[in-house]
Each structure stands twice: as C-alpha cells, then as structure tokens.
C-alpha cells in the first residue's frame, strides 16, 4: 500500500507540476521581503520548554508568550515537553530552547552528567513554589513509619516522581515506591493498598480540597533544615488551604520546591543572549499585565526580586532590575 501510494504521489497527474521554464522569477522586491520576515523571525523568536500538557508549567509558559508576542517586538514559542526535569537537557542541548521552566532541584540529577551546570543555566524569575504533600493514612504517625511501605509518586515525569524520591532519600527514609496517576493511588489509599501519596505541586489540591476523607486521613510535617538549603525554601499548609483536613490554628511544617523561568546562559557578545535579553526586557515591563484578571491567579505572588536558590541570575534580568529600583549611592565619612 505505501508503494503504491508513492507511486501515485509521483505521477504526473498528482504530482506538484515544476515551474514551466518560461514562468517569470518573482520580483525582486517580493524575495527581499520574504528575506527580511525569515531574518526578523528568527533574530527575535525563542523557544520555551514548558512541560506536560496536564501540567502547571506549560500553562505558564503559555500565558508568558500570550502577553510578550503581544508586544510585537519578538515571539515567544512554547514547547510541550515530558516535564521540569527533562527541561534541564533541552535547555543545555535541544537546538531551538532558549528558556524553559525547571524546578531547582532537578540540577541534582546533572551535577556528574555537567560539573559546571550552575554556570550554564540562569534563572529569570522564581515563579512560583511547588509545595511538598505528604498525606498519608490513619495508622501512619510519623515518617518514619514509611519505611518499607508502599507510597506513590505520581507518573514519571511530573515533579512528583522526580523531587519525591529525592527527598525521602534526604530524609533518609526508604519507601517501596510507586509511580502510577495519583486519581488511582489515591482510591487504592482509601483501600489500604498504599500506605502515601506524595504531592509536588503548588497549594491548594483539589483532591485534598474537595474530597472526602475519613477522620485520621492527613498530612506529615517534612521540617526545613541544613539537608534543603541548596535547592529549597520553608512552607507550610495550613488550615485556609484545607480547612477539611488542618484544623484552625495549626499549621503542618513543610519544604518547597521553587519552580524556576531559567535561561542558558549565553555570553553577553552573542546573538542569543541579545535575543533573551530582549525577551527579558518585553516578560519584565509587562508583568502587571499578567497579575491582571484572567491569568493565573499565582502570578500576583510572582516578584520578580525573589532568588532562586542555588542559582545565579540572568545578567540581563539583574540588569533589568538594578535599572528599575537603582541604588542610591551615599557617601561615607
């Protein structure tokens, strides 16, 4: 069948007719302009590696092109890519990703792979916290009590399967893990097949916030410290966020994971650093666009001074900074 349909393809009946040789060339005029539209397009177009299309990061990265391919002066490309953490390779080798939106500690896995990997990425701006969600089962009281049992770090690919498995190893606490849909682990909880589901997303879950879950059901503290400096920052969940599961006046103590726009970072003398210096300059002066009614509501807690641990800044975006709020110079006696 594919023989004969090539075959087909290539008669003269369907085949796409050559350009008689006596045809006119196209003006001048008309190849110079599609020469300049192929140059423009390609001097201030980048690529952005989002992430999973069910996923929080590609919606992001989706919102960023919507408002800065809104200014007209470079368009923005997202990319649906297998996650935050496969980000970090299309970023340091995929031809055409500029930028891409990584969680921070998934640099742990290229320490060996790329020793210097610190100095090849930049971040732009932490966007947002992915918060850890232990919730465990009745009988569980403590960490702990983990060991040897079964929990679940949802599908490969998502932050949870990554970051997870991460920090139980941390903590020191080996578990017998599993990586199926967290829907299904969830009702094989309720069961008692499983005995945890660990959660690494922002606050709040709509599993957590609209399901039903029998008294004893709940969340494990994971306590900030010296094993988290490098990657982490303190959070906690608290009883506005599941008022079904964190009674009014406690707060249960846990660590989160800052999901990061980050940059390669090109020499300052390159094509490619112009072009994500230009994209910094139109994401920047339009963030107000973005903390408006009809994005995401996680933009407004967005600032766009806050460090990301464990990585050093873009130099156009600290440049970018230091123009909007300069520091006034005061001489000392």
């Given at each position: 069948m594919v023989v004969l349909i090539a075959v087909a393809l290539c008669s003269p009946s369907i085949a796409q007719s050559p350009r008689p040789s006596h045809s006119p060339p196209p003006p001048s005029s008309a190849v110079s302009s599609e020469v300049q539209i192929r140059a423009r397009l390609n001097a201030w177009t980048i690529g952005l590696a989002g992430g999973l299309l069910e996923g929080a990061p590609i919606h992001f990265a989706t919102e960023i092109a919507r408002v800065v391919n809104d200014g007209g002066a470079m368009q923005v490309l997202p990319?649906?890519?297998?996650?935050?953490?496969?980000?970090?390779?299309?970023?340091?080798?995929?031809?055409?990703?500029?930028?891409?939106?990584?969680?921070?500690?998934?640099?742990?896995?290229?320490?060996?792979?790329?020793?210097?990997?610190?100095?090849?990425?930049?971040?732009?701006?932490?966007?947002?916290?992915?918060?850890?969600?232990?919730?465990?089962?009745?009988?569980?009281?403590?960490?702990?009590?983990?060991?040897?049992?079964?929990?679940?770090?949802?599908?490969?690919?998502?932050?949870?399967?990554?970051?997870?498995?991460?920090?139980?190893?941390?903590?020191?606490?080996?578990?017998?893990?599993?990586?199926?849909?967290?829907?299904?682990?969830?009702?094989?909880?309720?069961?008692?097949?499983?005995?945890?589901?660990?959660?690494?997303?922002?606050?709040?879950?709509?599993?957590?916030?609209?399901?039903?879950?029998?008294?004893?059901?709940?969340?494990?503290?994971?306590?900030?410290?010296?094993?988290?400096?490098?990657?982490?920052?303190?959070?906690?969940?608290?009883?506005?966020?599941?008022?079904?599961?964190?009674?009014?006046?406690?707060?249960?103590?846990?660590?989160?994971?800052?999901?990061?726009l980050a940059s390669f970072n090109w020499r300052p003398d390159s094509p490619r650093y112009r072009r994500v210096a230009r994209f910094v300059d139109e994401l920047f002066s339009r963030i107000d666009k973005l903390q408006a009614p009809g994005f995401d509501p996680k933009w407004k807690s967005v600032d766009l001074k806050t460090r990301v641990p464990g990585l050093e800044r873009f130099q156009a975006a600290q440049e970018w900074l230091d123009r909007a709020s300069p520091v006034k110079q005061t001489s000392q006696q």
């Open positions: 990319i649906v890519t297998r996650g935050p953490t496969e980000n970090v390779n299309d970023l340091l080798y995929l031809k055409g990703v500029d930028a891409a939106i990584i969680n921070s500690d998934s640099l742990e896995e290229y320490k060996l792979q790329v020793p210097n990997i610190q100095r090849r990425i930049a971040s732009v701006i932490n966007l947002f916290p992915s918060e850890v969600h232990i919730f465990v089962r009745p009988e569980i009281r403590s960490l702990s009590d983990l060991v040897g049992k079964k929990v679940n770090f949802n599908t490969q690919g998502t932050a949870a399967a990554y970051s997870g498995p991460l920090i139980f190893s941390r903590l020191g606490i080996a578990v017998n893990s599993m990586f199926i849909p967290h829907p299904v682990a969830l009702e094989q909880m309720r069961r008692g097949e499983i005995a945890a589901v660990v959660f690494v997303t922002s606050k709040p879950v709509d599993a957590f916030v609209k399901g039903k879950w029998e008294q004893g059901f709940k969340f494990l503290p994971v306590e900030y410290g010296s094993k988290f400096e490098d990657y982490y920052v303190a959070s906690y969940l608290e009883p506005e966020d599941y008022p079904n599961l964190i009674a009014k006046g406690e707060r249960i103590a846990t660590i989160a994971v800052p999901t990061v």
